[in-house]
Structures are given as structure tokens and as C-alpha cells.
């Protein structure tokens, strides 16, 4: 049996210069999906922002301490 052709037609995609709405989707009720990540993971979370918080604290407390040494 042989092959029989196919005509394909060309299909041309535009965006109306009145309605470009890009990744609507991404922000469509975005705190519910951040606050149901972070109670999924909670664990995940913690990890991922406590070495953060205590590197940060440590770094400002080092700078006060540097800055009052240097004081007189």
C-alpha cells in the first residue's frame, strides 16, 4: 500500500497589539500558592531560610562590633 499525500495548510498565530496579556497565569492568586508551598514544604523552607537569617544577623552584629572597636 502506498502512501497518499497530504495537503497541509500554513497557520498563521498573531497577537492583537490591544490584548497581549503575558503569564497572566503566573500571578493569578500568588500568595495562596506561595503560602501552600511553604506549608507543604515547611521543613524545605526552614532550611532554606535559617542559615540565610543567621548569616545575616551574624554579619550585622560583626559590622556593629567592628564599629564601636573603632570608635576612639
Do not use: C
Request: glycine share 6%; hydrophobic share 40%.
Amino acid at each position: 500500500m502506498g502512501k497518499i499525500p497530504v495537503k497541509m495548510k500554513a497557520v498563521t498565530y498573531a497577537l492583537s497589539p490591544f490584548q497581549q496579556k503575558v503569564m497572566t497565569g503566573l500571578w493569578n492568586d500568588f500568595t495562596h500558592k506561595v503560602t501552600h508551598k511553604v506549608t507543604e514544604n515547611w521543613i524545605s523552607a526552614l532550611l532554606l531560610v535559617g542559615p540565610v537569617v543567621g548569616v545575616h544577623t551574624y554579619v550585622k552584629s560583626y559590622q556593629e562590633r567592628e564599629k564601636l572597636e573603632h570608635r576612639y
